[in-house]
């Protein structure tokens, strides 16, 4: 059984990096991400939402309890996994695409793909949201992702 994570305090929650996300999400969209604007609510938001650093082959470095459910993983496993392999080899040309353009136009809000969970199943993603995490002094710090339309294949 997977064991998803239940953050105990308010630092568990990753209270900084939760903060620059939804602060990226609400400056590029105008609107906010999760209400109320704090670590724990985005991580018990009824929607997944995902992010992942900057390194060349980028690791997840967040996933709330929505989306570690869906992806049938803890924490410890989704936050060590390649963010690539959220999609099986065949769909991963597509999610390459879409990075491209969204660091093109800014951010995406109409994405959909087709994703794999660490047990197999399959699910598409409808209508996500795709935006990078931009700092107080304008570094880009990752990107991430957020949906709440999902039908299982």
């Not at 959909?112 to 935006?131: L, M």
């Amino acid at each position: 059984m997977t064991a998803f994570c239940e953050p105990t305090t308010q630092t568990d929650y990753l209270a900084d990096h939760a903060a620059l996300m939804m602060t990226s999400f609400s400056r590029l969209l105008a609107r906010p991400l999760v209400e109320p604007a704090t670590a724990e609510a985005l991580y018990h938001a009824p929607f997944p939402v995902l992010s992942h650093n900057t390194a060349d082959d980028p690791v997840l470095t967040y996933g709330n309890l929505a989306a570690q459910q869906l992806w049938e993983m803890g924490w410890e496993q989704l936050t060590a996994m390649p963010s690539r392999l959220t999609a099986e080899p065949a769909e991963r040309g597509q999610r390459d695409a879409m990075f491209a353009q969204m660091r093109d136009k800014g951010f995406i809000e109409n994405y959909a793909g087709i994703r794999i969970s660490a047990t197999g199943k399959r699910f598409e993603i409808r209508n996500a949201i795709i935006w990078p995490l931009v700092d107080a002094q304008g570094i880009k710090r990752g990107e991430a992702a957020t949906f709440r339309d999902y039908v299982r294949l």
